[in-house]
């Protein structure tokens, strides 16, 4: 069993920038594979990184470049660095952890982008 606890969400001017943190507790955090995950109002939960036990990164098309993913083993937290942020990046962002067939979720962060 793992939880989740997910920070550092709020308002941000277009273009500025913001850190979210995910907290894990209950198990052996480095074994795990962590991702953010986003749901906008009306929209589906769409994935938006990943950083695999190994360090290996991955992003979606739409924050490549501008978000940064990272984690820190000995914290049991994962990170969400986001630059640039644009009016669409507006969204609740869950944190989840994964590991064979097991899968945990946070209770979410929300980020509104708006001037």
């Known amino acids: 069993q793992v939880q989740l606890v997910e920070s550092g969400g709020g308002l941000v001017q277009p273009g500025g920038s913001l850190r979210l943190s995910c907290a894990a507790s209950?198990?052996?955090?480095?074994?795990?594979?962590m991702g953010w995950h986003r749901q906008a109002a009306g929209k589906q939960r769409e994935w938006v990184a990943t950083i695999t036990s190994y360090g290996t990164s991955n992003y979606a098309d739409s924050v490549k470049g501008r978000f940064t993913v990272s984690r820190d083993n000995a914290k049991n937290t994962v990170y969400l660095q986001m630059n640039s942020l644009k009016p669409e990046d507006t969204a609740v962002y869950y944190c989840?952890?994964?590991?064979?067939?097991?899968?945990?979720w946070g209770q979410g962060t929300q980020v509104t982008v708006s001037s």
């Open positions: 989840r952890a994964t590991y064979t067939t097991l899968a945990y």
């Open positions: 209950g198990s052996i955090f480095s074994r795990y594979a």
